[in-house]
């Protein structure tokens, strides 16, 4: 065992290969004591290496749920916030790259979540009469933001079971950081468009009119995945066009317009689930996350079932792309040499008022 934790640029000069002996070297020193976690959104390099594979939610849970003493999550940095908010006190956690962040959690802090409550004060009572929603793609911060003011947190499965129970409370939800999930949920409920507004984080009181605001039922954050962003209408028009018996699935974190054209939307699991129960002979077009809808595309291969991905040029999650097979390996050797590197751990009162809303999400959709 070495005495100091071994460098990450002595990683870089490792190709993806030597790489990977590395790894699985260190997993095998390390056995149960230590479990990888590969979001759908990983690269596959990095995939391979997944004792676990998930949204960010099951992951985490899964984690929570093993014996395992270490948990390596291969995903972005609010995921890990979330494996260490819902993980037991022996358990470490730890993020492989630290700059894998979400540019879409990036577009709602603290700061400017906790001015738009005040601004919203100028106009209404939020305490009482709204509803503060956080997708889980979204900073511990947030989360104890919504554990303060009687709030909860989402994920894109069971957006709408939380949206049913927020409006049971409150007349209003404040949605963040995701406009697009917090619009396709609450369309499908049957909220029309005139009944939602977007708070621009960038003007004052989000560039609305007090009467905008009183007559609003969805209040919701400018904010968007930019993967999900590159995903148009046309391309489903072309492809229906050319495969008239065709399908489409696509994330609800997509424009309203694309969800509006497929014919199934949602999560991530769901995609998964409606592509491999489908007849042989189908043929899917999918938007959402390339590295997802590859592996897809080579697994239902063998099933006669064609999966295509949506959008004409590549587009991935460059974020979660940052952790690479070098990063991997330079977290793992460190375990194995008894050193934690990159370890996420959220501040204890914080934590607290995340897991109260966390908990309330899982009690109101179990």
Same mark, same amino acid.
């Given at each position: ?96 790259? !630290? ?7 990036? !577009? ?96 004052? !009181? ?161």
């Amino acid at each position: 065992m070495s005495a100091t934790a071994l460098a990450l640029q002595d990683f870089a000069r490792y190709d993806d290969a030597a790489c990977d002996a590395r790894i699985r070297a260190a997993k095998e020193a390390l056995g149960s004591r230590c479990a990888i976690l590969g979001h759908h959104y990983q690269r596959d390099e990095v995939f391979a290496h997944a004792d676990f594979s998930g949204d960010s939610l099951k992951l985490s849970a899964q984690a929570a749920q093993s014996d395992a003493e270490y948990i390596v999550f291969c995903g972005v940095h609010f995921m890990a916030e979330v494996a260490d908010i819902l993980s037991r006190d022996e358990q470490t956690v730890i993020l492989p790259d !630290m700059a894998a962040g979400c540019s879409m959690a990036d !577009m709602a802090n603290l700061r400017n979540v906790e001015r738009a409550w005040r601004e919203l004060s100028d106009v209404l009572e939020p305490d009482e009469t709204i509803t503060p929603v956080t997708y889980i793609n979204s900073a511990a911060d947030l989360k104890a933001f919504c554990g303060r003011h009687g709030g909860i947190v989402c994920t894109s499965s069971n957006a709408r079971g939380v949206l049913d129970w927020s409006f049971s409370r409150r007349e209003k939800v404040l949605f963040f950081p995701d406009q697009h999930l917090g619009r396709n949920t609450a369309y499908d409920m049957g909220i029309g468009l005139d009944e939602m507004v977007v708070w621009d984080y960038d003007k004052p !009181m989000g560039g609305l009119t007090a009467d905008q605001i009183r007559n609003a039922r969805m209040i919701l954050w400018k904010g968007f995945c930019s993967v999900h962003q590159m995903f148009h209408p046309n391309h489903i028009k072309k492809f229906r066009e050319e495969h008239p018996q065709g399908k489409v699935i696509s994330h609800p974190e997509n424009a309203f317009e694309v969800c509006q054209a497929s014919d199934v939307v949602g999560s991530t699991e769901t995609i998964l689930k409606t592509v491999r129960a489908s007849e042989p002979g189908s043929h899917w077009l999918v938007g959402t996350e390339l590295n997802l809808v590859n592996r897809l595309h080579h697994e239902m291969a063998e099933k006669n079932v064609k999966v295509q991905f949506m959008s004409p040029v590549v587009c991935m999650c460059s974020t979660m792309f940052r952790t690479d097979p070098q990063h991997l390996a330079w977290v793992m050797e460190n375990l194995a040499e008894g050193h934690v590197v990159n370890q996420i751990k959220v501040d204890a009162s914080e934590a607290r008022e995340a897991k109260a809303a966390l908990d309330l999400m899982l009690e109101i959709t179990a």
